[in-house]
């Protein structure tokens, strides 16, 4: 399997876009966990065929030209998690759930921790839009650890002002 990365200077900083031949794998936020993804896949090189697309539309995002993502992607996770992944792509841009909402919206009303969890494990940020899932009080709250001042930034791109 041909498995290629990009690298995409973004407003939030470089992204990393990890995509195979099936579409985008990953996207790597912080240079840490870029770092130590490429440690674990030595043979990964750069391929900007696989990742071209993904770039060209994260571009378009974040330039305010592109409010939704038309990307195959390759998931991997449970299937509880690609419910909960699939919940969230259905989330407008520009609007915010809950998480109590996206277990609602799985079918799953008491499964707010779990969803909580699906979204901490996203490997495609942005494109399966995490950041537009809050605290029920309204709170920014677990974005990509505690890093809340990029989902700040999504969400302001996006035109919300918390």
């Not at 995409?8 to 790597?28: F, T």
């Not at 809950?98 to 277990?103: L, T």
Request: net charge neutral; hydrophobic share 40%; proline share 5%.
């Amino acid at each position: 399997m041909r498995l290629g990365y990009a690298a995409y200077e973004s407003p939030i900083g470089i992204l990393y876009i990890i995509a195979d031949e099936k579409g985008v794998k990953r996207i790597e936020l912080f240079e840490e966990d870029w770092l130590n993804y490429q440690k674990e896949n030595p043979f990964l090189k750069e391929d900007m065929e696989l990742c071209g697309e993904a770039i060209k539309q994260l571009d378009e995002y974040f330039h305010g030209q592109r409010q939704q993502f038309e990307l195959p992607l390759s998931i991997e996770g449970t299937d509880f998690r690609k419910k909960v992944w699939k919940a969230l792509q259905s989330i407008p841009f520009g609007e915010m759930k809950s998480y109590a909402d996206v277990a609602e919206m799985i079918g799953n009303p008491k499964a707010v921790r779990a969803v909580g969890q699906a979204n901490r494990a996203n490997q495609i940020p942005i494109i399966i839009p995490c950041h537009r899932v809050i605290g029920k009080n309204g709170s920014l709250v677990g974005y990509a650890g505690s890093n809340t001042p990029i989902k700040r930034k999504l969400l302001e791109i996006e035109g919300i002002k918390m």
